[in-house]
């Protein structure tokens, strides 16, 4: 056997050998020389696969590098429309030529909604404002009514009716307090009404620094009660009373425009616009910049005096509150229909509702006056003639016709109102002033024991 042919075998079975190995089978050239060189020819199969293996790894970060390159530039691309888009939608806002037509169709171009962002918007602000207003209308209301006025002139069965309170009236000593409370609707918040009377006239006039102050003064209203059976006393109950109110109210608006600016001068343009800009009088006026009313009780007793006293009172009285810018109203616990109309006053000041402003300003009838509805050419001029302001005119001509007796100052002693009996209290109270007696006497017999000594030392 050659040499050749014992190379060959040697070479197919190395072939199996690789063969089994998963390769496939090698082609070997015939001209190699030896067993060492097919061996080496396995060698070069493992080192193409590793080639082949990096080249598929360098293609495959290859491609991911260019998918990365191709996101970015998409993304540049579309950072690039938007300046674009955002440029154009300056440009079709500011351009005042165009129709609203021309202007949606701009917009829906540069692919921004511009007309429906607009409308979105104004209906979002129009719910939140409903949901203000609905919440501000669900509020509980809180109010202040203050009843002023001269000893018995029906200011606490004033009260009484308007709460609907059947009880027996009493006459109040100092500074009396109570509520009420009403629901509106089906709301379970109910409004509540902070009442005060002010007793005895003029007297304890130094206690309205107790209702009237800044907390309430936006939400307060005062209402002065006048005995129309008593022109004797009209004049001075309103002069007095009014001055007071008008010195209070001044002192506590004052403090108010420090704190709160916007609330004083909001209470003055309110009360100014029920006269409005063109009324003929607002310059000769001195307006109260809170809600008065002068209320004229007893009317039933007024209602049959003589025609001319009962014309001069009520032309007094016009002028009074259309000068203060106050309501008039006459009433009677004894006529339903004034009844009505005075809870109707007051409900509608202590809880907003509704007011019948009919104006009723015949002598002969009771009258009722809304602030701004009256003027001095109907109320007519006083007979004077003088050049001084009107309303000492009214009040010289009143006085004339109605002198007024004088209000007594000091208040009355409640310890001694049999209504207001403590025995307990009573009975130290009386050892006490008892004792306070002796310790007097016991002084004035020590004063005059010293003086007798005095004398006697002057002598010799």
Known sequence: MSVSSLSKKSISKKSEVFDDGGFANPIVDSNTAGGDDALGGGHNLEAEKRKNSEISIKSNQSRKADQ????????????????KRSEQSKVLKGSTGNSQKDDKKASRVSGIPIWDLCINSAKRLESSTEVKKEEISNASLET??????????????????????????KPTTALDYTFGRRSRDANINKDIVHVWELGGGMALSNLLEVPVHANCIKTLSVLVVVDLSKPESIWATLESLIMVIQC????????????????????????LAQYGNNHPDLKNLDIIPIPMVIMGTKYDEFENRDSGHRKLICRTLRYVAHHYGAYLCFYSAKNEALVARGRNLMNNLAFKSEINTSTVTDPARPLFVVPGMDDI??????SDGSSRPLLSQWKQQFLTNF???????????????????EPTVDSARKAKDEELQQFIKQQERLARDEARQRRIKGVS
């Open 403 to 421: 002198p007024q007796e004088k209000e007594a100052t000091k208040p009355d002693d409640p310890s001694v109102d049999p209504k207001f009996n």
């Open 68 to 83: 990365v390159k191709k996101s970015e530039s998409r993304r540049s691309n579309k950072k690039s429309l938007s300046s």
């Open 144 to 169: 202040t009514l203050l009843f002023v006025g001269a000893k018995s002139s029906g200011k606490t069965s004033l009260i009484l009716r308007f709460l609907e309170r059947d009880e027996v009236p």
């Open 377 to 382: 050419t109907q109320i007519g001029q006083v």
């Open 248 to 271: 209070r109210v001044k002192d506590v608006l004052a403090d108010l425009a420090k704190k709160d600016p916007g609330a004083a001068t909001m209470l003055k343009e309110a009360k």
